[in-house]
């Protein structure tokens, strides 16, 4: 309520500010954001963005916090919600995908391959408070686990990219954060299809009235759907 009144307050002074607190997680600040920002509309639509790029879970933190008034992630039916329905909403904004991927050796093979035959493999895994780590441990738990060996742990999907890519091991990777560097040939596939783990892009949001700006952007970005 009292939220409710300040906003009333600078709205009817004028005061209110056309920006956006946007969190997102590393892997998708660095690619998707940007691209998917300038879809939903351009400066003028948007106003100034003040994007914080961090941990899910501490961007998790800053919306709960009120520090962040959207929050970018990936998202997987599988692992537990950490925002509750009741006080947040959530909305889809895109698919991706977790796939196996590690370096190519000199004859440009996967220099490991993940299969019932192939000996276990080094693994760039994620970190507890990377959001990556809930999503792929969940899936493994209904569809079984790979034969890895973690070799490091990372919150940062960038950090294990880089070190696939310098022949270190075996990470899961986004496709929106790796694309580039498989079309290269930089990255190859260390497992088939049948390892890849599906997740969705969303958004949330706080179910608390927020600023006309803010909730003229949710409606943008949910076409017109205010649930």
Not at 21 to 38: D, K
Not at 198 to 211: D, E, H, T
């Amino acid at each position: 309520m009292l939220s409710d009144a300040r906003l009333e307050a600078l709205e009817a002074a004028g005061l209110a500010q056309r920006s956006l607190n946007l969190a997102a997680t590393h892997a998708l600040s660095y690619t998707f954001v940007p691209r998917w920002l300038m879809q939903v509309g351009g400066p003028s639509e948007i106003g100034a963005i003040n994007m914080v790029s961090d941990t899910h879970r501490q961007c998790v933190r800053l919306l709960q916090d009120g520090r962040a008034g959207f929050f970018i992630c990936h998202k997987s039916p599988a692992a537990a919600e950490d925002l509750p329905e009741r006080q947040f909403r959530c909305h889809p904004i895109g698919r991706d995908r977790l796939v196996s991927l590690c370096a190519p050796g000199a004859d440009a093979q996967p220099l490991w391959r993940l299969g019932p035959e192939a000996p276990r493999s080094p693994f760039l895994a994620y970190a507890a408070a990377s959001g990556l780590h809930a999503i792929l441990e969940a899936h493994w738990a209904g569809h079984g686990r790979p034969d890895l060996e973690a070799k490091m742990n990372s919150v940062l999907a960038s950090t294990n990219l880089e070190m696939a890519k310098q022949g270190q091991g075996v990470a899961f990777l986004p496709l929106s954060l790796a694309g580039e560097d498989i079309a290269r040939g930089r990255l190859v596939r260390a497992g088939g299809e049948a390892l890849d783990v599906p997740v969705q892009l969303v958004i949330y949001r706080p179910r608390a009235r927020m600023s006309a700006h803010c909730e003229a952007f949710w409606l943008r970005v949910t076409g017109g759907d205010s649930r």
